[in-house]
């Protein structure tokens, strides 16, 4: 689900659209393959675990694009307090430390609450 060409394509709209949203001109590609790298390492062992829950409450693509979108905008902050009009993948690794296992389907959890 996460490795797809799909997937990656609205990884890219929803960074861009979140990083102009936040006044930053540009952002750094690498982002994209970043946050899609993570999500796809993950992907087995949360999809294990959404599986176990009833539908109506499991967790999807549009979950992780929500994510990314609260992911971005954090990491907007780093660089609107640089004056830097260009989101770097500095910037979401700090946000992701900062609210570290925050952000499904960006992180393992290590309970059985996923």
Known sequence: M???EGFKAQLTQVISLEAFNNNLEEYETRIVDYLQHLASENEDVLMEREMRKA?????????ALHSAIELTKDASRYAAA???SV?????????????????WPFCK??????
């Open 2 to 4: 996460f490795e797809t």
């Open 55 to 63: 539908a109506h409450i499991q967790r999807g693509v549009n979950d």
């Open 109 to 114: 959890q290590l309970s059985n609450e996923a």
């Open 82 to 84: 640089e004056n830097r």
């Open 87 to 103: 989101l770097r993948v500095s910037d979401i690794e700090k946000a992701y430390r900062a609210r570290f296992c925050q952000f």
